[in-house]
């Protein structure tokens, strides 16, 4: 290219293909604009033409250095897929709707499976691929027991094919970020940049997919099946080497590689061993970075931006979600279907280890974790040990940093947010929670509890090494080190 700003429009015609392809010759500091005109029919034509009139090869030392950024590939079709991809400089519009693909062989796959109606089903189960490869590892790997992995050098992390391993290492290892140049985001992959700008800065809502049995609505197909399978069909996956069950084949693969196979990601600032990157990478940006997001509206800072929406929506907007089966009304969606499993669906899980009963899985999974497995979270500071992480942060909040929560109204210090929220509502707000087989009435929902579990159902705590029985766990606990331990 020169340095005169004039532009210039060759329009080239392959032989081999029936494409017109539109090259507008521009700045330097400017993307490049491909506009495919008619219907391409041969890939490898259009391939050629595109690497000779638009991929910069500044070659050094066996790299080809993109125009736009810092990206170097090592193979010139690399170099040509990350500019397709990440910089808008070559699409592919279908002619049927509004889809525009990053390659030919994405909207070739689009036609196929949207407009034709062309797919690749398993025969043993309902699965059904975009194309044959994706048949091919899909029958290997959850039919024929085909364990393919591509192990990272620098950590314990697995991939399931090279393209994958090759994100994580970008990402995890190598620090790539893809930021957005209009504020302070950055993705982990082009497209992830790509979602946001549409979103954020363009307006552009993605497509909607209605759940055609309730009211929920995915932002992608495959998030819609999923829903559709988890809620309304039931289907679950099962761990071979013990009871778990996943909604989700990714979450009962991410189980197995941290229970089963010994895959963790720990931290390389404290102990912590996260179960994925992702909750690893949250983990370092609060404990760490104090990395939060403040409501605008009160003193509540949440760890997830998620969790923010929530908060919003429960305590500023009063949104609610009613049991249509009792009175119970919640203040999340999922406390609700909690709720409902727990109180109206009649299953009980058992321990295998003792009598504990409960109706829900994840009390079950802490209940053997602390009784029988005799997990602990040590705190580095003391010898306090918690039976749950989070236990412990509040722990150390309040023991060690001196933490306090101070109500807006009195001054008072509660040592977490829940302690906080129970100051509110028993001496601002005058909530009380009534028993229904009494007269007496608490100002804890836990206390409540106590209550109709010592005076009503009569349950008792013994000791297992005297006659000694307490109503309340916390009176066994002391019993114990007063009477046994601390002799």
């Known amino acids: 290219m020169t340095d005169t700003a004039e532009t210039e429009d060759l329009f080239v015609k392959d032989e081999c293909a029936s494409v017109n392809v539109k090259v507008e010759l521009i700045e330097e500091d400017t993307p490049l604009n491909f506009n495919l005109d008619e219907k391409a029919d ?23 250095q993109c125009a736009f950024c810092e990206y170097v590939a090592d193979e ?33 796959t689009h036609k196929k499976v949207h407009h034709e109606g062309i797919c690749y089903p398993c025969n043993k189960c309902e699965y059904s691929a975009t194309n044959a490869g994706n048949l091919k590892r899909h029958i290997d790997t959850k039919h024929e027991g085909v364990r393919i992995r591509f192990p990272c050098d620098q ?10 391993l090759k994100k994580h290492m970008n990402v995890q290892h190598n620090g790539i970020r893809y930021p957005c140049e209009e504020c302070e985001y950055s993705a982990t992959d082009s497209w992830n940049l790509k979602a946001h700008k549409r979103a954020i800065h363009e307006g552009i809502k993605e497509a909607k997919y209605p759940c055609n049995s309730c009211e929920y609505v995915a932002a992608k197909p495959y998030t819609l099946k999923k829903h559709k399978e988890a809620k309304h069909e ?10 778990y069950s996943a909604k989700d084949p990714r979450n009962l693969k991410t189980h ?6 010994g895959i963790k990601y720990s931290c390389d600032q404290c102990e912590f061993d996260a179960k994925d990157p992702i909750s690893l990478k949250r983990h370092k940006e609060y404990t760490h970075e104090g990395i939060g997001y403040p409501c ?14 929530t908060h919003k929506k429960a305590r500023h907007e009063g949104i609610r979600y009613p049991c249509d089966q009792c ?13 409902k499993e727990g109180k109206h669906s009649g299953l009980t899980y058992l321990c295998d280890q003792c009598e504990y009963t409960t109706n829900q899985p994840k009390n079950l999974k802490y209940h053997i974790e602390v009784k029988h497995e005799g997990i602990r979270y040590n705190c580095d500071q003391c010898d306090y ?54 007269e007496l009435a608490y100002t804890d929902k836990d206390k409540l509890k106590k209550h109709k579990e010592n005076k009503h159902e009569g349950i008792r705590y013994p000791c297992d090494q005297c006659e000694y029985s307490a109503t309340e766990k916390g009176n066994l606990k002391k019993h114990k080190f007063n009477i046994h331990i601390n002799k």
């Open 256 to 261: 197995k590689e941290f229970k089963h196979e």
């Open 155 to 164: 950590c314990q992390y697995s991939a399931s094919d090279q393209r994958t």
């Open 296 to 309: 605008d509206q009160c003193d509540y800072v949440a760890t997830l931006k998620g969790s923010l929406k």
């Open 385 to 438: 040990a918690a039976t749950h992480p989070t236990t412990l942060k509040i722990h150390k909040e309040a023991k060690h940093d001196g933490i306090r929560y101070p109500c807006d109204e009195c001054g008072h210090p509660a040592k977490s947010v829940n302690d906080l929220k129970r100051h509110r509502e028993s001496k601002h707000l005058g909530i009380r929670y009534p028993c229904d087989l009494c």
């Open 42 to 64: 041969c890939k490898q034509g259009l391939k050629r033409k595109a690497e000779s009139l638009m991929l910069p090869q500044s070659f050094n030392k066996g790299k080809y």
């Open 76 to 108: 010139q079709t690399s170099l040509q897929q990350h500019m397709e991809s990440s910089h808008d400089v070559i699409r592919y519009p279908c002619d049927q709707c509004e889809y525009n693909g990053p390659s030919l062989r994405a909207l070739n």
């Open 234 to 243: 039931g289907v679950r996956y099962y761990c071979t080497q013990c009871d």
């Open 327 to 339: 009175d119970y009304t919640a203040t999340q969606q999922g406390a609700l279907r909690t709720h």
